[in-house]
């Protein structure tokens, strides 16, 4: 593994829509999570868990089958991840 982008989508603002121009991303190397952090990640994409939710994380990691996103719901999401996410806007 690489890296692990976030991207926050949804919420008040619609951060991470089409034609949005709030974004609110992040990207951790795979060596610095701890290995709690890296199970827990390993776990997301395994379940490839539907999320309906106005608020959610889309996180993406290039792996031996090259690159992988899922969307993960709030309060599934590793706080190492989560501090990483700055906000940007177009």
Do not use: C, Q
Not at 21 to 45: K, N, P
Not at 51 to 66: E, M
């Amino acid at each position: 593994m690489s890296d692990v982008t976030i991207e926050e989508v949804g919420g008040f603002v619609g951060a991470g829509t089409p034609g949005g121009h709030i974004h609110m991303r992040g990207t951790v190397t795979w060596s610095s999570l701890s290995e709690g952090d890296r199970a827990a990640v390993d776990r997301l994409f395994a379940a490839k868990t539907p999320v309906n939710a106005n608020h959610y994380y889309r996180l993406t990691r290039t792996g031996p089958k090259g690159a992988e996103t899922i969307d993960a719901a709030d309060g599934t999401v590793p706080a190492a991840l989560l501090a990483s996410v700055r906000t940007t806007l177009d």
